[in-house]
């Protein structure tokens, strides 16, 4: 490859770097070409999944920022899954993948400016997706709602029985 091609190849996984929420570091080595299409089909439309040679990849890496310890990722046969949407479907992807075929060994990576452990990114993948999560946090804020609504209503409704009682109590006396 040419120089000129080279220093294009750098800027534009620069730019994936820095406009993607996430990028996971895998080895792919031992995946059939039709696997790692397949792969490409399991991430959907958030993610892309790039082999990339890993003296770009550094360069790249270090011109977008990233931390050293995401430069020490770059061994061996790499692939890089960035991620431009939500990060935890991406990351059950790449996980649940991984488990299907051994071959793909997630290295770690780095989401919205952290580095992340292979293990931190299998946490992730065991979150629920973002609808989830917002319908739940929906469901207990109005959850919380219906319980205020009710407190308000009781103190009223206990002062009236306590007038009753009281106005019965000296309607015997």
Known sequence: MARPDKAAAVAELTEEFR???GAVLTEYRGLTVAQLTEL???LGQNARFRVVKNTLSKISAKEAGL?????DLFEGPSAIAFV????VEAAK????FSKANSPLVIKG???DGKPMTPDEINQLAD?????VLLSKLAGALKAKQGQAAALFQALPSKTVRL????????AEA
């Open 127 to 131: 979150l629920e997706s973002r609808e």
């Open 67 to 71: 931390d050293e310890q995401v430069l």
């Open 84 to 87: 431009r949407g939500d990060v």
């Open 40 to 42: 490409r089909r399991s």
């Open 19 to 21: 406009s993607s929420q």
């Open 109 to 111: 990576g780095v989401i």
């Open 163 to 170: 007038a009753q009682a009281l106005h019965d109590k000296r």
């Open 93 to 96: 992807g790449l996980r649940d």
